[in-house]
C-alpha cells in the first residue's frame, strides 16, 4: 500500500508555524511530502460569511476552528488586514524545498477561491491562476509542477489552464483513484490525484469520534482492500499544530504496518499515465464537509 502525504497551507500562521514542525516531523520519520502554499493574501476572517451555509456551523464547533486557528487568524481579511503570505513566508516556503520536499501551488486567495471560483468565468479563474503561479516562480525561482484546490473547489476553466500552465498532475478532488478528468464532455490532459481518505477535521465530532481516537480511524481508512495507494491530504493549521501528535502517532503506525508513505510526486512517478482511467467530474456531498466538491464520477462513457 502507498500514501502519498499533500499538506495544504491555508495560512500566513499555517505557513510559519506549522509547516516548520510538520517537515521537522517528517524528516524525523524520513517521510516525503507534498506541500502546496496559498500564496497571495491570508484572508481567513471572511469565511466567517459561511455561517449561513448549510454544515459550516457544526463544523466550526466540532473542530474548534477559533482555538486551532487563533483568534488573530480569523481577523484577517476583516478587523485586520489580510498579510501577503506569498512574501512573508517566503523564507519558510524555500526552507521546506531545500529540505527536499516537494512543493506546488494551493491557490492565490483561499477563501475568495474556495467560495467563488463555481460560479466565475475564465477570466476571473485566469487571473486568480495566474498570480499564484507567477507568486510561486517568485519565491520558488522555477515553475510549479503541482497544484491542488483549496476546498477542492473547481470550474471546468480551471481544469483547462491546468492543462495550458503544464502542470505534470493535480490534486483538486475527491475519489477513489487516479484518473484523467472529463468536465461538461471535455476530456483533459493533466491527471488527478483525488484525495482518497477523510481528513482529520472531517471525522472529529463525528459518530463518537474525539481527539483521542480519531487516528485509529485514518489509520483504519487505509486498511488495503480494491486500491493499492490512496492520497491523505493534511492542513498545517492543523496536524502542524494542535494535532500533530495525533499525526504521528498515524505516521508510525502505517509505518509499522509497512505502508509506503511518500509525496504525491512520488505516487504520480509510478503512475502509467496512458492507462489511466477516465472520469466525469461531479459536485457532491463529502461526509463532514459542508456544501458540495469536486468529486470524481463514474468512469465515462462517452469514450
Known amino acids: 500500500m502507498r500514501i502519498a502525504l499533500k499538506i495544504d497551507v491555508d495560512t500566513l500562521r499555517g505557513t510559519l508555524e506549522g509547516v516548520p514542525r510538520l517537515a521537522g516531523l517528517l524528516s524525523r520519520l524520513s517521510i516525503n511530502a507534498t506541500f502546496l502554499f496559498s500564496l497571495g493574501p491570508d484572508h481567513t476572517g471572511r469565511a466567517l460569511r459561511r455561517l449561513l451555509r448549510p454544515g459550516f456551523v457544526k463544523k466550526v464547533m466540532r473542530t474548534s476552528v477559533g482555538s486551532n486557528y487563533g483568534l488573530k487568524t480569523l481577523c484577517y481579511g476583516t478587523v485586520l488586514p ?39 468565468g475564465e477570466d476571473w479563474t485566469l487571473r486568480e491562476m495566474t498570480l499564484a503561479a507567477e507568486r510561486f516562480r517568485e519565491v520558488f525561482g522555477s515553475e510549479a509542477k503541482t497544484i491542488g484546490a483549496a476546498g477542492w473547489q473547481m470550474n471546468a476553466h480551471a481544469f483547462a489552464l491546468e492543462d495550458e ?139
Open 82 to 120: 489580510g498579510p501577503d503570505i506569498g512574501r512573508r513566508g517566503a523564507s519558510a516556503m524555500r526552507a521546506v524545498r531545500d529540505a527536499g520536499f516537494e512543493v506546488g501551488i494551493h491557490t492565490w486567495d483561499h477563501v475568495r477561491w474556495q467560495d467563488n471560483v463555481f460560479r466565475r
Open 165 to 303: 500552465f503544464g502542470f505534470d498532475y493535480a490534486s483538486d478532488t475527491r475519489g477513489t483513484r487516479p484518473f484523467i478528468p472529463i468536465v461538461n464532455g471535455r476530456r483533459f490532459h493533466c491527471p488527478q490525484l483525488p484525495t482518497t481518505l477523510p481528513t482529520l477535521d472531517e471525522l472529529i465530532g463525528r459518530d463518537g469520534i474525539t481527539r483521542e481516537n480519531v487516528g485509529e480511524h485514518i489509520v483504519a481508512a487505509a486498511v488495503p482492500n480494491d486500491v493499492d495507494c490512496h492520497v491523505l491530504t493534511l492542513h498545517a493549521e492543523l496536524e502542524g499544530l494542535a494535532y500533530r501528535d495525533v499525526f504521528e502517532r498515524v505516521l508510525r503506525e502505517w509505518q509499522g504496518m509497512g505502508f509506503d508513505l511518500g509525496s504525491t510526486g512520488d505516487l504520480f512517478e509510478t503512475i502509467d499515465v496512458q492507462s489511466l482511467p477516465v472520469h466525469d467530474v461531479t459536485r457532491a456531498e463529502v461526509p463532514g464537509r459542508s456544501g458540495d466538491l469536486a468529486v470524481q464520477g463514474e468512469r465515462s462513457r462517452l469514450l
